[in-house]
């Protein structure tokens, strides 16, 4: 009875100051607590890149077309084996000594170590105009474990009235054109890849199928086609059946003013493509560069012409020996060095907070900058001795990584990238990165443990003559473990493993199938995840050299690291609570002790009773 009459009157209440102030304060508190959370989940978003704007569509029967020649990248997208090149993604094809850009049509030669690129005007590429499409629909995509840029076009021919059925999907040929597109439509596929085995190739593969009834008609427009480039100068080379043009020229001035003598030999296609009905044409364009050594323009007249001899000697002498290859031979031989080069990395499996970077930005990123490394053991050129030379250098253990954990370094890992220029620029800063952070005696697993909730996957570490596979993995209880596998090409050698701090055993890692699981241990102070050595006594030792203070696994690690809700929220809500009991209190103050209360307890004879 007592409260009803209470809260009958709590309206009233608000008339005093006292009161207006207190709910003014409460509504701040919750108002901050608001703010506080909404920023936590904006920040809590993800990594987004922009989607690729695709080309102009046409007709329906175009983007029919378009669709059915295109239908096999959706999986390799969302398996992270594909993306398309746009704004943040550039169009960059490259073999650690030419990079090409292929929306751009430019071309860039990094002549050494540390030197600055090289970027000579003339257009790597040739453009294909056609001469009677009423239509057209186009799609690029940058397939990451091939090391190539596909570009396909559905261009329409003849008249709006006919070819209006729609196109529907045909069998796919040997070379991996669809076949059967559309009535009146043509497929243009084009490859533009540096090849990986050959530093100074890169090669356009052009196929067409016309399963129309009219001549399919395409304008080349390029060096190879049309005239020279206005800083070259072209002559025709003739060997028995081959013919192909050298190009000779210079660079544009360098910041320091200096500038590289430029040769091109490009095999010489026709002004215009021309494709029967019902047939197909598979067209591959070669070109070689080779570049000189920075030269003083004051002594360039002197020393131009026995450079450029030697230049150009190089040039036709490649250009000679691929002429006489098949051209499909030249780029499986291009895929099957890729796909070697490629498969050691890193494999993003799970990510669950915005800062760790997409599998899509891992795996662009570890596409450029394979682009844009040298790979010398590929080289069809060297010798036994050399590679064995080369390989040699491979087992030093300080050839490996150490140091702190990259994958949150966004410098490293852009998920935005503008430009060509920017590409370079970020593999040089990969590759002092990796001079600069060398390792010795042992291999090292250091991450941070806050993160080990993601799941990703290291292929392909060489160590010694082995190559080993690291993962961390979540069990169903979501708690992380480490996978660890070993791949030996020879012989295995001796391999032991141990988790943090070593207090186990070293575990002896084999090439069972089912390789070897670690636990995720955090050690105090901070110390790797994981060791690795070929030495059981250097890891038996470790317990007695890394002085921990204490070893704990990895849940109780982030028990202490995660307390809970911050210090102000407790102190508002507690502050909260005590101001509601000094305000009841007062009431309950003001009704029985206050100015003309009511007694507590009434006599006999009161006659109200």
Known sequence: ??????????????????????????????????????????????LHLPAWAGGRRGATEPSACLRAATRAWRGLRER?????????????????????DVAANRLWVTPGEREPAVAPDFPPFVQLRPLSALSEAGEAV????????????????GSPGLGAAAAAPGPASASGLVTGSGRDCVLLQEDFLAHRGRPHVYLQRIQLNNPTERVAALQTVGPTAGPSPRAFAST???????????????????PTGLVH??????????NRLQVAPKTQLDETVLWVVHVSGPVNPQVLKNKAAKELKVLQDLARKEMLELLEMPAAELLQDHQRLWAQLFSPGVEMKKITDAHTPSGLTVNLTLYYMLSCSPAPLLSPSLSHKEREQMESTLSYEDH??????????????????????????????????????????????????????NSYALHGIRYKNDHINLAVLADPEGKPYLHVSVESPGQPGKIYACEAGCLQEPVELTAAPQGHTFSVMVTQPITPLLYISTDLTHLQDLRHTLHLKAILAHDEHMAQ????????????????????????FKLIYNEYCGPGAKPLFRSKEDPSV
Request: positive net charge; aromatic residues 8%; hydrophobic residues 50%.
């Open 236 to 254: 025709l080379e003739k060997a028995g059946d081959h013919q192909f043009l050298l190009y000779s020229g210079r660079s544009p001035p360098s």
């Open 400 to 453: 490996c990584f150490s140091g702190h954990a990259t994958m949150h370094a966004e410098n490293l890992w852009p998920g935005w990238l503008a430009s060509v220029q920017q590409i370079l620029q970020l593999s040089d800063l990969w590759k002092l990165t990796l001079q600069k952070r060398g390792c010795k005696g042992l291999v090292k697993f250091q991450a941070d443990p806050d993160v080990l909730h």
């Open 1 to 46: 009875m007592w409260l009803q009459q209470r809260l009958k009157g709590l309206p009233g209440l608000l008339s005093s100051s006292w009161a207006r102030r207190l709910l003014c304060l409460l509504g701040l508190l919750l108002l901050l607590l608001w703010l506080g959370g909404s920023g936590a989940r904006r920040a809590a978003g993800g």
């Open 261 to 270: 003598l430029v040769v091109v030999a490009a095999k010489k296609l026709v």
């Open 561 to 584: 690291q995660d307390p809970g809700l911050p210090f102000l929220f407790w102190f508002s809500v507690a502050s909260l609570i005590t101001l509601f009991h000094l305000f009841l």
């Open 80 to 100: 992270g084996e594909a993306a398309p090149p746009g704004p943040g993604a550039p169009a960059l094809v490259a073999n650690g000594f030419l990079a090409l």
């Open 142 to 157: 940058l397939l990451l474990r091939e090391g190539l840029l596909r570009r396909v076009r559905c261009l329409q021919l």
